[in-house]
């Protein structure tokens, strides 16, 4: 569950952005089926990855996370 969350919002950022998956694996040094898999919510991104995507995205890590539903 957590991970989808965090690959809805990755997808999600990724496109306002204006990036392809193919060039954002390519800006993270992944390859796209990795990229696929964590948007997918079948792989937890590790912290040094969601980093490296806040850095690449130009977002905050806080803004990248998902919103707790309370």
């Keep these: ?3 989808e969350k965090w690959g ?3 997808r999600a950022f990724r ?3 204006g990036y ?3 060039g954002f694996a ?3 040094g992944v390859s796209v089926s990795v990229v696929g898999e964590v948007e ?3 792989r937890m991104p ?3 990855f969601l980093q490296e995507v806040a850095d690449i ?3 905050p890590l806080e803004e990248l996370a998902p919103r707790e539903v309370e």
């Design 26 to 28: 390519r800006d993270l």
């Design 20 to 22: 392809t998956q193919e």
């Design 57 to 59: 995205l130009n977002v």
């Design 1 to 3: 569950m957590e991970a």
């Design 46 to 48: 590790s912290e040094s």
């Design 40 to 42: 997918r919510g079948n």
């Design 15 to 17: 496109k306002l952005k």
């Design 8 to 10: 809805r919002r990755i």
